[in-house]
DNA sequence: ATGAAAGCGCTAACAG
DNA sequence: CTGTTAGCGCTTTCAT
């Protein structure tokens, strides 16, 4: 049906090698032969067939993204950088949802493998050491995002977490909170690590402190909702609460609405993350902002330019954050 | 490196024929031979390659899912569903924003088409008939999401949105509001214009109905924000809003906010699509629900079999919407 | 039930 | 600068 190379050598006069090296834009072809074939290309409307591309020279133009789940907002914007990186730079991108799920995420990776993929943008703690070098092995680029780990055998892309914590306890503190709280991610994960640490490095020295001001909430809208609900049974006189991420913040507004708080005069609420959740609710919500688009586009296009051999050394490259300032922290004027 | 065919027919002492058949369960193999192949298949860690079964079959258990913004929560529902079913059949999806744009899909379908595709998800409605033939020609299955057509040469899975918007003013109406406007989506978005004719029908026999009280929203949460601005300078005494879709109804729940009104006291606001973010606002949104999940699920499903051959016919799936009452239409007591 | 062999459409030495 | 040719790893008639 479709023309082949072999019809383009053919109508064109040369060997397929050289419509091959057309294709591929090798420098070492006659101009006036290059115009031809191109002609010829034209002519019968060829279009190279990426199959079969992909199995002649390994390489198949698809890069996967791997992630927990793309319902979470912070997610589907990381999505949307790689996928616009991918797309300009002629890459096509396979997405998985891991649910965080060790095994999922190994199966993933065993049919990306038999597919030829380039490389794997892969935004979830969750993966081991051994996948790392086993993909090495097969020649597969990688790229972490939000992955802290002390030791680095592959590029790393994620946000100042610990500092943004900090930050986001300073802010509490500054507008005048006596006690401050902090909700937790999943144990295990270390950007939720990262953020409890910042948080005790900046409480642990007061006299009000105590390790049961730390609740777990597990990254999610409903988790934070249950952790106001248990901390404030234990400590109703909390008055700032540092939210892990921004799902559980919007459980802690949802939780501190059901009780009756007035937010911030009884009680201040900071995020983290900088979703665009935080801008829907009442009242606005103060949150440490990672640059999630800037992030999926950075590990996207370090991915690419390792794919495209551009990259040899594995970097780890921590961008900033910062403070929004809303009315769940400071009522406006 | 890895083990090939023609490594496991040596091992087994059998063609790479026999192989092949065992590798796609064809029926024909000699238990005894079967188990030999098997037996050095493991051995040799065999691993089909998934590209070189592409380019000798053209099949690639691929699909594609092609959709506006993967940054609409609407969407990325849809994306799980997909996602989901695709990896529990054995295929893997490759993911394209379009932003609604005909250039972006053309592009997008292109390299589909090259890369041996096996089926799209389309979810959006700028899809032109031509491309939908081409595709036929091109033996990529096609199934067509939230896709309002009086022509349909493909399948189609959609919720009752005229019904739906029906509902939704009903409801308003039964609640006691004397007057309702309605914020609609883009123009030329047929989902969109189902939704606004359902609330012509039920409203333009009124004598207070005046085609003033339709106001542009275009989907977004800022669109619907400026859309309720500008409607209560018009229209000081409407005491009920019907958003297009939840996007928009959460905008006018911010303008409501801004201008002091009381909800639903005031004013009463109903939305459309269901996504989680109306459970997140203060006070949560009455909506008109789509099985979000289930629509792309349902998609998914007969893409598959479609690809599989299982299914022959192109229908019209239209999948109920129910009415979730919430505090922005009736005040808990 | 099984094997031989001809592709699928392209890349990449190697030779000239 | 260009052509020949041998694959890449698998599927699929067509025989047997």
Not at 117 to 122: A, N, S
Not at 304 to 317: F, S
């Amino acid at each position: 049906m479709a023309a082949t190379i072999r019809d383009v050598a053919k109508l064109s006069d040369v060997s397929v090698a050289t419509v091959s090296r057309v294709i591929n834009q090798i420098s070492t072809v006659n101009p006036e032969t290059q115009k031809r074939v191109k002609k010829a290309m034209e002519q019968l409307k060829y279009e190279p067939n990426l199959v079969a591309q992909g199995l002649a020279s390994k390489k198949t133009q698809t890069i996967a993204l791997i992630l927990p789940n793309i319902s979470n907002p912070f997610f589907s914007d990381i999505v949307r950088a790689v996928e616009d990186v991918a797309q300009s730079n002629g890459f096509t991108v396979i997405l998985c949802n891991s649910d965080g799920l060790v095994s999922k995420e190994q199966s993933y990776i065993e049919v990306l493998r038999k597919k030829y993929i380039d490389g794997i943008v892969f935004a979830s703690n969750t993966l081991r050491i051994e996948d790392i070098e086993q993909l090495k092995k097969d020649n597969i680029s990688l790229v972490v995002l939000d992955y802290s780990s002390t030791m680095e055998s592959c590029s790393i892309i994620r946000a100042k977490n610990r500092e943004g914590a900090r930050m986001a306890v300073s802010h509490l503190l500054e507008i005048g909170c006596k006690k401050i709280a902090h909700i937790y991610g999943p144990i295990g994960d270390q950007t939720a690590k990262n953020r409890l640490e910042g948080y005790e490095e900046m409480v642990h020295s007061f006299s009000w402190y105590s390790p049961t001001l730390l609740v777990p909430g597990h990254f999610t809208i409903n988790g934070g909702f249950e952790a106001t609900k248990m901390l404030l049974e234990k400590h109703p006189d909390v008055d700032g609460i540092f939210a892990g991420n921004d799902l559980m913040a919007v459980g802690v507004l949802k939780a501190l609405h059901q009780m009756g708080k007035k937010i911030p005069e009884d009680l201040a609420v900071c995020g983290f993350d900088g979703i665009y959740l935080t801008e829907i609710t009442q009242p606005e919500l103060t949150t440490i902002a990672q640059p999630i688009y800037e992030l999926g586009e950075k590990a996207a296009k370090i991915l690419i330019n390792k794919i495209n051999g551009l990259l040899e050394e594995d970097n780890v490259y921590e961008l900033d954050v910062t403070l929004i300032k809303r009315d769940s922290t400071i009522k406006a004027h």
